[in-house]
């Protein structure tokens, strides 16, 4: 099956999609990973979005479809995969049909209030990128990796301002691909709230495994 997950920043798109990649022997495609991996990194496509991403604003559409066009052209995607963090605007959710076939939209449904709580609580290990969260997953010892030992950090977007403009950004940009999908009958909407687990069984239950 070809997903798309779509959600505010924070709504956990991320960690369901990782547990479902494993279960169903599909790829993960985060656009947002992609493009930290290539800020690390420091290569050309790094340095051109590293202060887009660390306001909290949207790299440009030209750019982010070519790299998910590649992407998805990739052997490993031809079984299926996990958009995560993609389509994010209506042009970019057109240019995705003229080069892939989408068969379900997960909506992941959550209030702005909830966000602003996860993503300001978020901490990520610099060297393994495990993720915690100062009160829902606190590592053993404050500011240290439970995994690696690894220092913790607050991500640049994941600061207050960057929190709110990237939920506007989110309202005005991509909110709209709620409508746009389900005239197209492709949306299936799932609570947010709840722990990873239960969105699993949840997710498990409305797409079941071949
Ligand atoms: P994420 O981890 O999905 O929240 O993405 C982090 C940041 O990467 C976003 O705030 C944007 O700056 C950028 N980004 C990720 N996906 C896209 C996309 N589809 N279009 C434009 N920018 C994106």
Known sequence: MNFVFLGPPGA?????AAKVAVDYDIPHISTGDIFRAAIKAQSPLGLKVKAIID???LVSDDLTIELVK???SQPDAQKGFILDGFPRTIPQAEAL???SDIDAVVNFDIADEAVVERLSGRRVCKACGHNFHVKF????QD???DACGGELYTRDDDKIEAI???LEVYR???APLIDFYREKGKIVDIDARPETTAILQEFEGKFPRS
């Open 143 to 145: 500011g240290v990796c």
């Open 97 to 99: 049909e003229t080069f």
């Open 55 to 57: 306001s909290g604003a």
């Open 70 to 72: 590649d992407r998805l």
């Open 172 to 174: 005005k940009q991509t």
């Open 12 to 16: 956990g798109k991320g960690t369901l």
């Open 137 to 140: 997953m606190a590592p053993k």
């Open 164 to 166: 709110t403009h990237r």
